[in-house]
């Protein structure tokens, strides 16, 4: 199975904040692979545009040694290297005031796509619009890709969305999610809608709850100030968890276009349950014997910032009324595991006796690491000694479903970017979904911070506050383990 590589026209891509942490550890590392992939055609030009004097040998030299330490084994082909570096320009800009914009509108070519990639702090944004509008930048064929976060709240959200539209039309304006880039992500919409064994059974009568879980090993330090300005609530669950939510609930479109997948994920949004304060529970992690607890990390001793978050979710309507939706984000927890979890209701008899045991289906999408899906099967326990059974997963690692080209599968921004160059917005959030999942997010903190109590303390390297748990067992459930 050889994997289909379509060359795309040459274009250009300006990153914006080209010096940065993003662009050094994930765009760039993104973009050179494309290259070597043989995605871009000769004449296509990448411009780094950022605040530091490099001039383009400098800016090469720069992004030589950055694709050394995060571009992995393609580093090593120097042609290759060497070929890429050679597409890459340099522009000193301001984003807040007029140095650099009329390099840059002379550097771009007409008549061809350009995108302008706005990886630099979220204060920037309205003025980068502006500024590529104000000097003629912004034609047809152009578009904007915005990093998260996409506003604080529904307020900020609404300003920049309005701030950006008034510059570019919806169709150039790509609100970049990641998750939504992420191969697994992709395959449950083709595992939903690509098999006729799981949508007869996707709804409240057979899946007994749903369990999303993002958790990461990492603290927030290097990051403090944005992180403890925003919790997990704000740079974790408004986003990332609520798109996964979306793409598992959401009816099916009528066909894999962008308003069709938004609209349905726009409707899943609206149906959520407002969350009580019950419904959520927040934590922060402590310090342990080697690493710094929250407040170090992000130098405030009083700091009422979540680094955890779990919720209890419901969605109203015919579909999933009565099956609850558990959702749980977390840093310095136990293992670093993103999974959705679709568990089916136990089956309503056993013909095998109550010694048997009551046996229940889980659907597993597994998101990181060791990208792939298992089902959680019945089966008979081999061997002599009567009717005993035993759970076992039918197990689809990637890797070792599709050989080799498991192993060549863009990441996430590698397919988002080339996205944005095709012009396809399927995999990118429209204007009232964001406004949608902040207006859910917004009365939900309100509600945590009514309880007047900081975010509850838990231990570096478990799953959370004891209070998380107690979130799914008094609904007589269980969270699958957080374990390496
Ligand atoms: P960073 O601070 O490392 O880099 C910021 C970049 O912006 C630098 O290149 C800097 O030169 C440039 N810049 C700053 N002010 C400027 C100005 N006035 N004019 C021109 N250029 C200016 O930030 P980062 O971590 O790379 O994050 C960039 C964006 O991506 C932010 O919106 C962030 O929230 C988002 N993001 C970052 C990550 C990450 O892992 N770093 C993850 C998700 C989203």
Redesign the pocket.
């Known amino acids: 199975m050889a994997s289909r590589i379509i060359p795309v026209d040459p274009f250009d891509l300006v990153v ?8 050094r ?2 765009i760039l590392p993104a973009l050179f692979r494309r290259y070597c992939a043989g995605q871009m055609q000769d004449g296509t030009r990448i411009i780094g ?4 004097e490099y001039d383009t040998e400098g800016y090469r030299a720069f992004v030589h040694d950055e694709l050394v330490e995060f571009a992995g084994p393609a580093a090593q082909d120097t042609d290759q290297v060497a070929g890429f570096l050679d597409i890459l320009d340099y522009v000193a ?4 005031g007029e140095l650099g914009w009329s390099e840059l509108s002379q550097m771009l070519s007409e008549e061809r796509v350009r995108a302008f990639y ?5 204060e ?1 944004f309205g003025g980068l619009a502006e500024r590529l509008h104000r000097h003629g930048m912004a034609h047809g064929e152009s578009r904007i890709v915005v ?3 996409f506003g604080h709240d529904q307020a900020t959200a609404r300003r920049l969305n309005e701030t950006l539209a008034e510059h570019f039309e919806e169709v150039q304006i790509y609100r970049i999610d990641h998750y939504l880039g992420k191969e697994t992500v992709q395959n449950l919409m083709a595992i939903r809608f690509g098999n006729m064994l799981f949508e007869p059974l996707w709804n409240s009568q057979y899946v007994d709850h749903i369990q999303i879980t993002v958790a990461e090993t990492v603290g927030v330090a290097g ?1 403090g100030e ?1 992180y403890d300005n925003a919790g997990a609530m704000r740079d974790m669950v408004q986003n990332h968890l609520m798109q996964l939510l979306c793409l598992i609930a959401m009816e099916p479109p009528s066909k894999f276009d962008p308003d069709a997948l938004r609209d349905e994920k726009l409707k899943v949004i609206r149906a959520l349950d407002p969350a009580g304060q019950d419904d959520i529970v927040l934590g922060q992690y402590r310090a342990d014997a080697t690493r710094p607890g929250y407040h170090e990390d992000v130098g405030d001793p009083d700091s009422t910032t979540e680094s955890f978050a779990a919720l209890r979710l419901q969605i109203s309507n015919w579909r999933w009324a009565g099956t609850p939706i558990y959702v749980r984000t977390g840093k310095r927890l136990r293992a670093r595991k993103s999974e959705i979890a679709v568990v089916f209701k136990e089956t309503p008899h056993s013909i095998f006796g109550p010694e048997a045991g009551r046996h229940r289906n889980i659907l597993t999408i597994r998101l990181q690491p060791n990208e792939g899906i298992d089902l959680d099967m019945t089966i008979k326990e081999p061997g002599p000694g009567g009717m005993r059974l035993v759970d076992v997963p039918l197990d689809m690692t990637f890797a070792k479903a599709l050989g080799p080209d498991a192993e060549d599968v863009p990441d996430a921004y590698e397919r988002l970017i080339m996205d944005v160059i095709r012009g396809n917005q399927t995999l990118f959030m429209r204007d009232d979904e964001v406004e949608a999942a902040w207006a859910w997010i917004d009365p939900a903190i309100v509600e945590c911070n009514k309880r007047g109590q900081p975010p509850l303390p838990y231990d570096a390297g478990s799953s959370g506050p004891e209070e998380a748990l107690a979130l799914m067992h008094r609904d007589g459930r269980r969270w699958r383990e957080i374990k390496p």
């Open positions: 914006f904040g080209g010096t940065g942490d993003l662009a550890r994930k545009a950022a605040r530091a800009i301001d984003a807040d706005f990886s630099v702090g979220p920037l990093e998260k976060p990051r944005y």
